[in-house]
């Protein structure tokens, strides 16, 4: 998920603030939101990902490690 | 700490830099077998080349516990700590490079000179011989446990290492068998075993006037 | 929210988080020096953390928030230390509020789940037993970021628990007030990974498993279950329980269970995991009025049946567990359904809001000399309070080829960085040193930092001091500062060597390719073609429709050949999808973005250009060779069974008595995994039959009910009807024999009851197989022509089971359907989604940008061994003739950049740039001091 992360805060940096004009709202940054919100962007599509906690990641940033493969899951 | 993408990239030439350096130990970590991220599975071949290494460093009489290869998943944080501190643990038991090993300072960078000339003709040998793509990690450690690989490695790598080292030394001045012998601290038959090859092969030409073996 | 699919205006409500993100750091400075604790609730507040905190250490975005409940300032204006601690004035504690209006063209809803709260049924003594946690608290637990830095501990003593039980469906396949009736999918895996994560932390711990089904469904599971049943101290215990008592000396819990053979016990655990299902959001309804969407019952969205992503309102879709109780993978795959999905709406619009970042022209620099230039970072205190930075810096001004060296309290910061970007220039530096974190995080940070100071952005080295050195020797600071300085010194030598590498552009021909024309092939050609793609979808067979041709009801109710025909129908009228049936390919050529294809349709062949590949080839019933299949036409599968009952036979409906034998085919040596759909086609069947004549015997003979999730209530339905489950175990399988009795010809199947502890004799008309679902055996053949590979089984093997779902290893080939696992048609449906959401994410560029840190050889120096070309199993290798005769040549588009050949290469011909052998041996002879 660390490369999720990466990638996102990457487009975020690039995405510019100032309007607030997009294609796409993302209700939700668990890890099924940031997916979404990464590929709507990789797609060519601004989009707005919003979530009520401080930091995006949902209950996946709370697992230790996930199941098959025992990656790290943040 | 160097980083590499891979322990695939692990070139045996460095480990032999950094001990030829004065480095007493080189601890490689890598991915676990199966969770290589490149199609490669370079982790594999990484193990493969390790284990000839320390069979090399044993040969010049490098204790082998010195070079470590370990897997350690980026996940891994508590294990790396414990692996490293176990690594630091030993190479102070063993001491200075040499020194723990009772090798004098020359000799040992005779040595591993010796064993870097060999290496592009290892890599060659490999190549024809003994690469076998293992498909596990088990087998790879198998097959250098294996009297199969003992013969290989003795045949294919220790004959020619041997040989290195005395045409390194023949390099500085004609020598007879059993200076050769004493100073390459091989047993006296191994040696003319060795002179008498390479003579044929026209490597060595034995000085009649001198009675001494020099470089051809 | 207002408006309607292309124009929706959303408002929100931005909560202060009283810190100016743009200036926060993220150094932690501010939070050791505030006064309140808090229990943290990340982690499942077991632990406890300040009332100005950074939710957790890896956190996006990586800046403290302060916990408005709790601060002492914003309660009553006492305290305001971190105002004074922040030495970037981050933290403004008058912020308020904040209204944003956002004008958006889709909506994708992805609010998660909620986990079960085991208080409020109050019979688990989860609240009032300290030493009974849920699987979520136990997750903290074992995590080295959790409450006891990755030591398991209990929490009443903190001991370390020995005996430890979990309990299975807590919450879940619960018919009881405060229960979900649904199964929540994820608890058996979840559980088995803890128990092998406990058993690494502790060999000695002994854990039990009370469960019900075991449900390792998914792909890999099977081989995971039996992975965990097999470590020692694990038992696996078939038991409905119940919590006894806590023990008041030891805190101690006791859990009462039965078993067939010893009846009923009670035993004692010092630790007791609640495998909690998955609920609904919280916020549910209020949730469903705002975007005014539709719920189930259970509360989980309501979506359209052949849709498994669209919700009821048009523009709004879905993704993630609030679609129901699902996995990671499939939360991914939704999501990058939900993508293709807004591009279907939105694809008139794509690209024009996106902004491209410029630069300023790159500097040519290979003819001068190395000017380094080094920034030693102090983290806040991270690095600052244990490495003496002033020395390293000064240090590091003295190397050699170092013409400039400074200090900084946070090199990562934007102004900070504008600063290093500005000294490039006027000192005219031609390399730089950032000697602070990991590569792992910061390395894209400063690349970016050097292209805008004008030089290529591959003369950057990172020295890490911080992980590699004051965080790992915090006790050591004299130590500690030398070992920065040899990091520092051997990254200035390796910096000095390094040479700018040309990332390139590949242009992308914006065509697809879909290989399999069954419903997952088709809803992707469809998807794509939607979204604006030209689409070729190739089909070996005449008839496009796949294994759904002989599938004609789901579970759900939908009639699928309806929807197969409306589907097919779709896909020929489309103008930019061309089907090509009765074709196979022969070869594959190319990389992502451009791919070429050749198609053989008898004498004809054909060549196709494309930038990506779907594979979706499907899978096929087993035919099984056990229960007489074959012999008595009275043995069928389940897919001839749901046949014969959509034609209504009457030999079939006027029978009185039918079994289905489960697990016919899997589950076993030959084929280690679960089919995953077979126990609920088998419902599916039985609930049919007994709609159409209830009055039929019918008996379902399992290992383990897997009617996961929603599917949960059909199992509890069939049984309500009458529908008899026996369960058998896989080494006493049940036998069935053709007798005659009474002149006409019977199936007698026996099996061992475990309830009755007997044997059951059955004499049947009918016996139903859930016959295994297997990969084809073509597969092989698709899996050399597109370099993907094949798992163990016979599927094929996705880029990363967990996160990359439907992509492959192998760049521009993505996977869907069944060829991937078995799965359901709504389950194929959103993959479909899925694979064409991440197809459109190349698609959708004019071109690609690939590393420039690939293989290169120089010619002069191969000798053309061929070793490089022998262990490259990327293929980007091979001999091209030369004037020298024949010389290895690398495929820069297909190296992906583990340096293998180099490390291999008898004469150092083959070089990986960015890692050469030169860059590397410099950082080695560095290491031992300055040379």
């Known amino acids: ?74 | 700490m160097v980083r590499v993408m891979c322990t695939g990239r692990v070139d045996p030439a460095f480990i032999l830099r950094a001990f030829s350096n004065g480095t007493d130990g080189v601890f490689i970590g890598g991915c676990w077998p199966g969770e290589c991220h490149y199609p490669t599975e370079g982790n594999l071949y990484a193990l493969s080349m390790v284990l000839l290494i320390r069979k090399l460093l044993e040969q010049i009489g490098v204790n082998p516990q010195r070079l470590r290869l370990e897997w350690v998943s980026a996940a891994e944080g508590i294990r790396f700590a414990e692996v490293m501190n176990n690594v630091v643990k030993k190479l102070q038991e063993l001491g200075p490079i040499g020194e723990g090993e009772g090798i004098e300072q020359n000799a040992l960078t005779f040595r591993l000179k010796a064993v870097e000339n060999l290496l592009p003709y290892i890599k060659l040998v490999e190549r024809e011989r003994l690469i076998v793509r293992f498909e596990t990690e088990e087998k790879v450690i198998e097959f250098f446990k294996s009297d199969e690989g003992d013969r290989l490695f003795r045949e294919l790598i220790a004959d020619p290492l041997a040989i290195s080292q005395m045409m390194l030394l023949l390099r500085e001045k004609p020598l007879s068998a059993g200076e050769i012998s004493e100073r390459l601290r091989l047993d006296a038959s191994e040696i003319r075993r060795h002179l008498h090859r390479s003579v044929k092969q026209g490597f060595i030409k034995f000085d009649e006037g001198q009675k001494r073996f020099a470089l051809a | 929210m207002e408006g309607e699919a292309g124009e929706f205006n959303v408002t929100l409500i931005k909560k202060p988080r009283y810190i100016e993100e743009e200036k926060c750091t993220g150094c932690g400075a501010c939070v050791e020096y505030c006064p309140i604790k808090v229990e943290d609730e990340y982690n499942q507040n077991l632990s406890l953390n300040k009332a100005i905190h950074i939710y957790f250490s890896q956190a996006v975005p990586l800046v403290t928030y302060i916990d408005a409940k709790k601060c002492s300032f914003l309660k009553n204006e006492k305290c305001a230390i971190c105002e004074g601690i922040c030495k970037n004035n981050a933290i403004d504690l008058c912020q308020k509020p904040e209204k944003i209006e956002v004008e958006v063209g889709a909506i994708v809803l992805s609010p998660g789940y909620e986990i079960f709260d085991p208080k409020l049924q109050g019979n688990y003594g989860y609240g009032t037993m300290q030493n009974v946690v849920t699987s979520l608290d136990f997750e903290r637990i074992l995590c080295s970021t959790g409450p006891y830095e990755g030591e398991i501990r209990r929490p009443s003593d903190r001991k370390h628990p020995h005996k430890i039980a979990w309990i299975q469906c807590v919450g879940s396949r619960q018919v009881i007030p405060g229960g979900n009736s649904y199964c929540s999918a994820v608890c058996c895996a979840y559980t088995q990974k803890q128990v092998i994560l406990t058993k690494d932390h502790d060999a000695q711990a002994e854990c039990t498993i009370f469960h019900n089904d075991v449900r390792s469904f998914g792909k890999d599971f099977e081989r995971f279950y039996q992975r965990a049943e097999k470590l020692p101290g694990i038992r696996f215990i078939r038991s409905y329980v119940s919590i006894g008592k806590e023990i008041p000396e030891t805190k101690n819990v006791t859990i009462r269970y039965s078993t067939y053979e010893d009846g009923v016990k009670e035993e004692e655990f010092d630790l007791v995991v609640l495998s909690v299902g998955l609920n609904p959001p919280d916020d549910v309804k209020d949730l469903a009025k705002k975007f005014s969407i539709d719920l189930t019952p259970q509360g989980f969205c309501k979506t359209n049946p052949i849709n498994p992503i669209e919700t009821s309102r048009r523009g709004i879709f879905v993704s993630g567990a609030f679609q129901g109780p699902i996995d990671i993978p499939e939360s991914i795959v939704t999501a990058s359904g939900a993508d293709a999905l807004c591009s279907q709406l939105l694809a008139y619009r794509r690209g024009e809001l996106s902004t491209e970042r410029e630069y300023p022209q790159e500097r040519n620099v290979s003819g001068e000399k190395p000017r380094v230039g080094v920034f030693v970072c102090h983290c806040g205190a991270n690095i600052g309070r244990v490495v003496n930075v002033p020395s390293v810096a000064e240090y590091a001004s003295g190397l050699k080829n170092v013409v400039y060296a400074e200090e900084a309290l946070f090199a990562c910061a934007t102004d900070t960085a504008k600063k290093i970007a500005e000294t490039i220039r006027e000192k005219g530096l031609n390399r730089v040193v950032v000697a602070a974190c990991t590569p792992r995080t910061h390395e894209p940070l400063f690349r970016d930092t050097l292209r805008e100071g004008g030089i290529n952005p591959y003369y950057f080295e990172m020295a890490n001091i911080r992980e590699h050195c004051s965080w790992v020797h915090a006790r050591e600071k004299e130590m500690a500062t030398r070992k920065a300085k040899d990091i520092v010194r051997m990254a200035v030598a390796r910096a000095t060597r390094l040479e700018p590498l040309k990332e390139f552009q590949l242009p992308v021909d914006k065509r697809a390719l879909v290989v399999g024309g069954g419903v997952a092939g088709m809803t992707s050609a469809l998807s794509l073609a939607d979204q604006g793609f030209e689409v070729y979808l190739v089909e070996r067979d005449s008839e496009l429709g796949g294994v759904a041709r002989k599938i004609h009801f789901t579970l759900e109710g939908l009639d699928v050949q309806e929807y197969l025909n409306d589907l097919v129908g779709k896909v020929y009228r489309h103008p930019l999808l061309h089907v090509i049936t009765d074709v196979t390919i022969t070869t594959v050529s190319g990389y992502v973005g451009n791919f070429a294809t050749t198609l053989k349709a008898g004498w004809m062949a054909r060549e196709i250009r494309h930038g990506i590949a779907i594979i979706a080839t499907g899978a096929e019933e087993y035919k099984p060779a056990e229960y007489l299949y074959g012999k008595e036409d009275r043995v069928l599968t389940q897919v001839e069974l749901g046949e014969r009952i959509a034609r209504g036979e009457e030999g079939l409906i006027n029978s009185q008595c039918l079994v289905m034998i489960q697990c016919v085919g899997c589950r076993n040596e030959e084929r280690n995994y679960c089919s995953r759909v077979c126990c609920g086609h088998s419902v599916k069947n039985a609930l049919k039959l007994k709609e159409i004549n209830p009055r039929m015997d019918i008996y379902i003979l399992y290992r383990d009910m897997r009617t996961y999730g929603l599917a949960e209530d059909s199992y509890r339905e069939a049984a309500n009807r009458d529908v008899k489950f026996i369960r058998y175990e896989p080494e006493n399988k049940p036998q069935v024999e053709a007798v005659e009795e009474g002149g006409h010809r019977i199936l007698r199947v026996t099996v061992a009851d475990p309830v009755l502890g007997q044997k059951l004799e059955i004499d049947a008309d009918l016996l139903a197989l859930a016959a295994a679902v297997v990969p084809l055996a073509t597969n092989a053949e698709i899996s050399r022509f597109f370099k993907v590979a094949l798992n163990p089984d016979g599927f094929f093997q996705e880029a990363h089971v967990k996160l990359r779902p439907v992509d492959f290893a192998a760049e521009g080939v993505f996977l869907c359907g069944m060829a991937h696992y078995p799965k359901h048609l709504s389950e194929t449906i959103s993959q479909a989604y899925g694979a064409a959401g991440r197809a459109a994410t190349i698609l959708s560029k004019d071109s690609i940008t690939a590393s420039g840190a690939v293989c290169e050889v120089k010619e002069s120096d191969c000798v053309s061994c061929g070793v490089c070309l022998s262990v490259c199993a990327c293929g980007a290798i091979e001999f091209r003739d030369t004037p020298q005769g024949k010389k290895a040549w690398v495929n820069s588009v297909l190296c992906e950049g583990d340096g293998l050949c180099t490390a291999k290469c008898p004469t150092g011909a083959i070089q990986l740039k960015h890692f050469t052998d030169e860059e590397l041996v410099a950082q080695i002879d560095a290491a031992v001091g300055e040379t």
């Not at chain 1, 992360?5 to 993302?26: C, E, P, Q, T, W």
């Not at chain 1, 060519?44 to 490690?65: E, N, S, T």
């Open chain 1, 1 to 74: 998920m660390d490369q999720l992360y990466k990638n996102l805060a990457d487009s975020i940096r690039k995405s510019s603030a100032d309007s607030h004009a997009g294609d796409v709202m993302v209700v939700g940054g668990g890890v099924s939101g940031v997916q979404a919100s990464l590929d709507l962007a990789a797609s060519g599509f601004k989009v707005y990902l919003v979530d009520r906690a401080p930091a995006i990641g949902g209950k996946m940033a709370q697992l230790d490690k996930t199941f098959p493969t025992n990656d790290c899951s943040i």
